[in-house]
């Protein structure tokens, strides 16, 4: 299966920037989708970006213009750059992967990463 490590987090002022990584290890050959979600205090997780296996992304409207998922091109890193930080941004932001291994598909979690902005 997929392993997953995150990190990148941290604590930023409102206007300032971050990049979150996440490397994935393992059978990463099966990984069809990755992505990042965040969870604020007391609420639900919820999708920030994904990127497929064929690069398309997608984000969240709250996201749109301030945040970029990316990866390298061998596809064991996945990147999520955050500019343009505002308090309501401040989460528990973690890595996703989908992996299909033949008829089975699972849904692997990083440990997650902290973002806190200060404003």
């Known amino acids: 299966q997929v392993q997953l490590v995150e990190s990148g987090g941290g604590l930023v002022q409102a206007g300032g920037s971050l990049r979150l990584s996440c490397a994935a290890s393992?059978?990463?050959?099966?990984?069809?989708?990755m992505a990042w979600y965040r969870q604020p205090p007391g609420k639900q997780r919820d999708l920030v970006a994904a990127?497929?296996?064929?690069?398309?992304?997608n984000y969240a409207d709250v996201v749109k213009g301030r945040f970029t998922i990316s990866r390298d091109n061998a596809k064991t890193t996945v990147y999520l750059q955050m500019n343009s930080l505002k308090p309501e941004d401040t989460a528990v932001y973690y890595c996703h992967a989908k992996e299909k291994d033949g008829l089975d598909e699972y849904n692997i979690w990083g440990q997650g990463t902290q973002v806190t902005v200060s404003s």
């Open positions: 393992g059978s990463i050959f099966n990984i069809r989708r």
């Open positions: 990127i497929t296996s064929g690069g398309t992304t």
